[in-house]
């Protein structure tokens, strides 16, 4: 739908750029931009906002009525549906909002996910509210989304974010449900669901393996370490994380469990350090027991727990929220990678100084892609109303069953049955979720390392990033003939 036929909806090509987060984004774009050859009439139209839609709504809360902000961006039309998460916090603001929009919509073209960018938000603190408000919140913030045309598989996707999670988009999926009944396509209006209401598996961990992939797949490759003066695989490397959330715990899991030594994880209430190495997995079991990370046995509780970003270590991970690294912190820090878990977790001012001291910044629109990829594939199945493996999966047991047999014919050599059973096993929806999921970051990693080490103007890889996905969306705007 063009941006013009939203009822309500403001056009907003206009950043008032007061927000650090914003001018961040807008900043690497146009460093990107600088180097490219690419009618500014174009660059203009993909780097700005094209619709906004701000709220207020009274909803019922402890006996009394509270008026609720929210927001929806849709920041580029250029494919639809517009994607990208909602967020539940006290900083979310439009800028805010629109900076995420912005970040989607580069993401995605990063990691040819066939959408624009959206975001949205609602200013609360989730933590002040019961179930059942949140739920009433949600399902009404909903309702406004419906009535101005910003939801539908074929328009707008929301998925979760900070503060919000598999419930959140059960109670959307709902509303939408209810009010939208002639929508065949309904469950597709949100990503994100729990697996019962129309989720696909593997979404959960998507976007912590998504960065581990990513990780990987760097550390493993020659010439990137050998610039960075660094040995290849993770089984040497020290990595520090920071918000042990969605994101956080499962990139912390699975860098632990493929090799790496996870040195140090950082909360809001503090972080604990342990240079032989942190189970995560006996971690997680003791924050759902405690509520908290501090205190966890064999490991030094900081108080101060953003000053173990500062700390000694290969890989550091900030997965907690933006602009945690700035101008005030950047000369100090010591890894010599990070990966960006978080959105927007480095200032434009402090990514200058972090690449000056020969870090690596692997960035936001690549690194965490791995949630809106596999939003993706939840889509998909929403909108082919099956699941992933079901037609082929005992087909291809019964093809792999018939080449062991037949090998064992052959060589006259028989397999156990628990043999047999591993080789023959078919692919479920988790195999195929993760194996498109890994696909996806290899190929996308590889893509901009063309850019990063083939093109002498690209200095770091968020420019060689936004140079790889401004040219795809250049061509998408061009191919609709909007653009000469
Ligand atoms: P989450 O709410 O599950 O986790 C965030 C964690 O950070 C929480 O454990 C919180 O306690 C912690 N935290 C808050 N303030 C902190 C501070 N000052 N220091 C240290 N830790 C702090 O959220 P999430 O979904 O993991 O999202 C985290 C970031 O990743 C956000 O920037 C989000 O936009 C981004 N992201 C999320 C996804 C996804 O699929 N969930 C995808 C892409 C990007």
Not at 45 to 70: D, H, L, T, W
Request: net charge neutral; glycine share 10%.
């Amino acid at each position: 739908m063009a941006a013009s036929a939203k009822k309500g909806a403001s056009q907003s090509s206009h950043f008032p750029g007061h927000n650090p987060f914003l001018e961040s984004v807008n900043a690497y774009f146009d460093k990107a931009a600088s180097i490219m050859d690419i009618p500014q009439g174009l660059l203009d139209q993909i780097r700005a906002c094209n619709s906004v839609y701000y709220m207020q709504f009274p909803v019922r809360i402890k006996g009394g009525i509270q008026v609720i902000q929210a927001w929806r961006a849709e920041h580029s039309h250029h494919k639809l549906p517009t994607k990208g998460g909602i967020r539940y916090a006290m900083t979310v603001d439009q800028e805010e909002v629109q900076a995420l929009a912005a970040l989607m919509t580069y993401k995605c073209a990063v990691v040819d996910v066939p959408f624009g960018g959206g975001k949205g938000g609602i200013r609360i603190d989730p933590k002040q509210y019961t179930e059942e408000e949140l739920e009433r919140i949600t399902r009404r913030y909903t309702v406004e989304l419906i009535k101005k045309n910003f939801i539908g598989a074929s328009v707008d996707v929301p998925a979760p974010d900070y503060g919000t999670g598999p419930r959140e988009m059960a109670w959307i999926a709902d509303t939408y449900q209810a009010m939208v009944q002639d929508d065949i396509n309904a469950l597709g209006c949100v990503t994100g669901k729990p697996v019962g209401q129309g989720g696909v598996r593997g979404r959960t961990a998507a976007t912590g393996r998504g960065l581990f992939f990513a990780v990987r797949e760097a550390v493993n490759d020659p010439k990137l370490m050998k610039k960075l003066k660094m040995s290849t695989g993770l089984s040497d490397k020290r990595v520090i994380v920071q918000g042990f959330g969605n994101v956080g715990y499962y990139a912390a899991k699975f860098l632990h469990e493929a090799g790496a030594t996870v040195v140090g994880v950082i909360e809001w209430d503090g972080a604990i350090v342990n240079p032989k190495g942190i189970d995560i997995n006996a971690l997680q079991a003791h924050r759902m027991a405690t509520g908290s990370i501090t205190g966890f046995a064999g490991c030094k509780t900081i108080k101060d727990g953003n000053s173990v970003l500062e700390h000694e270590c290969d890989i550091l991970v900030p997965a907690a929220l933006e602009s945690q690294i700035h101008k005030g912190n950047a000369a100090k820090i010591k890894a010599k990678i990070i990966a960006e878990g978080a959105n927007g977790p480095i200032t434009s001012e402090a990514e200058p100084i972090l690449l000056k001291k020969g870090i690596l910044v692997m960035p936001d629109m690549f690194v965490n892609a791995g949630g809106v990829v596999v939003s993706y594939f939840e889509w998909l199945k929403n909108l082919s109303h099956v699941r992933f493996g079901r037609m082929d999966k005992r087909f291809e047991e019964g093809s792999n069953m018939r080449i062991v047999d037949t090998v064992e014919r052959l060589t006259g050599k028989s397999l156990t049955l628990a043999e047999r059973q591993v080789i023959a096993r078919g692919a479920d929806e988790e195999d195929l979720v993760n194996s498109g999921l890994e696909d996806t970051m290899i190929d996308s990693y590889h893509t901009i390392g063309e850019i990063y080490f083939g093109n002498p103007k690209v200095k770091d890889m968020r420019t060689a990033a936004f140079v790889s996905s401004i040219n795809k969306i250049a061509t998408s705007y061009m191919s609709l003939g909007i653009f000469p």
